[in-house]
């Protein structure tokens, strides 16, 4: 069975300073890896996703991720960070079913960027 | 905006109430989904149409009830809810294309704002 582990749960930091939310994943098929981020008060949103291809992803807002097959990890990184950055971010991972995929989710790492 | 609108945005009800929330999508996907979201849990799946398929995560109970009268619309029907069941239930559609069995799609999906629902 697929799941997903996202191995901090609160991450603080400072503006500009770099940052690494980790992602782990258990799949016994192949995997499709997603990142999203939630806003206050807002529902989720696509940061990037990895299907297939080259393992270092780029997303939006200046995001990338890394798939390490032989780590089962993808985790989301950001060279820079900016206060606006603060937000919930959720790993997932694609379930396979009959008509199509549905996503599971970890349980969620806040991001708090301070100045 | 996102395409995805929930309706309402906040309900409070009492555990002998029955009530519906409602989920509609102007993106023309044909694909909608149902997760919980509880504090200090990972998002729950609940309930998927696709292709006018209905997959349920077997742990919801059956006070929780879905329906999908058309690819546009989905709503999650409740009663006799317990406190535990406080949280936001957020929508989402996608769409769906390729062969059955898993074959990659858009897994792009879009949410809506979400319910928060509170149950007394």
């Known amino acids: 069975a697929q799941s997903v582990t996202q191995l901090d749960s609160q991450v603080p930091v400072f503006e500009e300073a770099p940052v690494e939310l980790r992602c782990n994943y258990s799949?016994?098929?192949?995997?499709?890896l997603f990142w999203y981020v939630q806003y206050p008060n807002q529902g989720l949103q696509l940061l990037l996703k990895?299907?297939?291809?080259?393992?270092l992803v780029k997303g939006i807002n200046g995001f990338e991720a890394e798939f390490n097959k032989s780590q089962t990890s993808f985790h989301l990184r950001k060279p820079s960070v900016h206060i606006s950055d603060t937000a919930e971010y959720f790993c997932?991972?694609?379930?396979?079913?009959?008509?199509?995929?549905?996503?599971?989710f970890g349980k969620g790492t806040t991001l708090s960027v301070s100045s | 905006e996102t395409g995805v609108t929930q309706t309402p945005r906040h309900l409070v009800m009492g555990m002998t109430n029955k009530k519906s929330l409602k989920c509609e999508q102007h993106l023309g996907h044909n694909a909608m989904y149902w997760y919980k979201q509880s504090a200090k849990k990972p998002l729950e799946l609940m309930f998927v149409?696709?292709?006018?398929?209905?997959?349920e995560n077997n742990s919801v109970p059956s006070r929780f009830s879905p329906e999908c009268p058309n690819s546009s619309h989905l709503f999650l029907h409740l009663h006799t809810l317990q406190p535990e069941d406080s949280a936001l239930y957020l929508c989402?559609?996608?769409?769906?294309?390729?062969?059955?069995?898993?074959?990659?799609?858009?897994?792009?999906?879009?949410f809506g704002s979400g319910t928060q629902l509170s149950v007394l």
């Open positions: 990895y299907l297939s291809g080259s393992t």
């Open positions: 997932a991972v694609s379930v396979p079913y009959q008509a199509g995929t549905a996503l599971i």
């Open positions: 149409y696709s292709l006018e398929e209905r997959v």
């Open positions: 989402a559609s996608s769409q769906v294309w390729g062969p059955a069995g898993g074959q990659a799609t858009n897994e792009k999906l879009f």
């Open positions: 799949s016994s098929v192949s995997v499709y």
